[in-house]
């Protein structure tokens, strides 16, 4: 298996190669989180592996709790699924907590205070409500409770490693945030043992070909407990040698066949690139080396067979949305064809026509 080969199977694996699913909870529940602190960037990265997907119907499901926005795995936001949210939390937020735990301190957020800030957000949440940051904000000030800027921010992300809460619907363009148990009723628990096999099971066949390493990256386990959840279900797997790593993957699943070219737009928060550690797999060394210059400044970029040869933005007008490519080495007149194709698809999700630049 070469470097093409395990990123065309990414591909596949991921359900970037077609589109089987009809449900935005589909998506989530298959990749199991998806990375969402840059929301429009994660409903696009949803409506990538959905058939004949619209924004606004991605919109509808996350308004409805069919697919929940959370801190989990690490410290950032995560779609997942509903009947997924309290093992997962139960699994990696002792981990979160641990990284946060320096900003915890900086922040003066002892277990006194949280205790406290808990007891309020419970409070106010409770009966339904479901209330902005801002609200929450006035609410915690006004319990004697210090809940502005990055305070605010840890006092909420704590309560939601905490599984006290978790996001509500959209109120126009702010988030709201409701109490968990409350938002979805609870499901049979699993064991640390059951989460862990369960874990690494389902990320190595949506994910795979992937390392232990990879796992570990993506999930914000140690590595240790990522080769235990390995361990556990390896047999069910299998797995190539390539430069001296293990890359683990669900069996009976052919490579893509090489369709070539084919174009994709994609968020830099995508799965096809956060759900690894090593991303030498999709990008040549002379792009690896534009990539790391270019630092935070990237958030997007232009993948044509399994492989980033550019980045993208976007203009949202009033009825058109304006695309501007930048590549980073020449592409051929088909490779063109092949990104104008992906443009229009990510126009007809936005139910805008498309201009290309």
């Known amino acids: 298996m070469s470097p093409l080969d395990i990123a065309y199977q990414r591909l596949l694996n991921q359900c970037l190669v077609a589109d089987p699913f009809e449900k935005p909870r589909e998506v989530v529940d298959w990749l199991v989180a998806v990375q969402s602190q840059d929301y429009a960037g994660a409903k696009w990265a949803l409506g990538l ?34 009947a997924d949210i ?31 800030s808990h007891k309020t957000l419970t409070k106010v949440l ?9 609200e929450l904000s006035a609410a915690l000030e006004k319990a004697g409770i ?5 305070r605010l921010a840890y006092i909420v992300m704590h309560a939601e490693l905490d599984g006290l809460i978790c996001s509500g619907p959209r109120r126009g363009k ?66 190539e040698v390539l430069n001296g790593y293990d890359y683990w993957f669900a069996p009976n699943q052919a490579l893509a066949p090489a369709a070539s070219p084919t174009a994709y737009l994609l968020s830099i928060f995508d799965e096809y690139l956060i759900g690894y550690k090593d991303r030498s797999m999709i990008a040549q060394p002379e792009v690896a080396a534009k990539l790391f210059t270019m630092g935070n400044v990237l958030t997007t970029v232009v993948v044509i067979d399994g492989r980033i040869v550019g980045s993208w933005r976007r203009v949202l007008g009033k009825d058109v949305v304006t695309i501007t490519i930048d590549y980073f080495a020449r592409v051929t007149k088909a490779q063109q064809r092949a ?19």
Not at 126 to 134: A, D, H
């Open 86 to 116: 309290r093992w997962l939390l139960a699994l990696t937020a002792p981990r979160v907590h641990a990284a946060n735990a320096t900003m915890y301190g900086r922040l003066e957020l002892d277990n006194a205070t949280v205790k406290r």
């Open 126 to 134: 409770q009966g339904g409500q479901q209330l902005t940051r801002e």
């Open 146 to 150: 210090a809940a502005k800027g990055q």
């Open 339 to 357: 990104v104008a194709v992906a443009a229009q698809k990510y126009g007809e999700f936005l139910e805008k026509p498309v201009t290309l630049v």
């Open 174 to 239: 702010q988030f709201t945030y409701a109490l968990l148990d409350e938002r979805i009723p609870s499901v049979k628990a699993l064991n640390p043992a059951e989460a862990l096999a369960n874990f690494a099971q389902r990320y190595f066949t949506s994910h795979g070909p992937a390392s232990v390493q990879d796992f570990a990256k993506w999930s914000g386990l140690t590595v240790a407990d990522a080769g235990r959840g390995l361990e556990a279900i390896k047999d069910q797997l299998q797995h």
């Open 49 to 82: 592996r959905l058939q004949d997907a619209h924004d606004a119907d991605i919109e509808r499901a996350f308004n409805a709790g069919d697919i929940l926005r959370t801190h989990v795995m690490r410290p950032t936001w995560h779609f997942v699924a509903p």
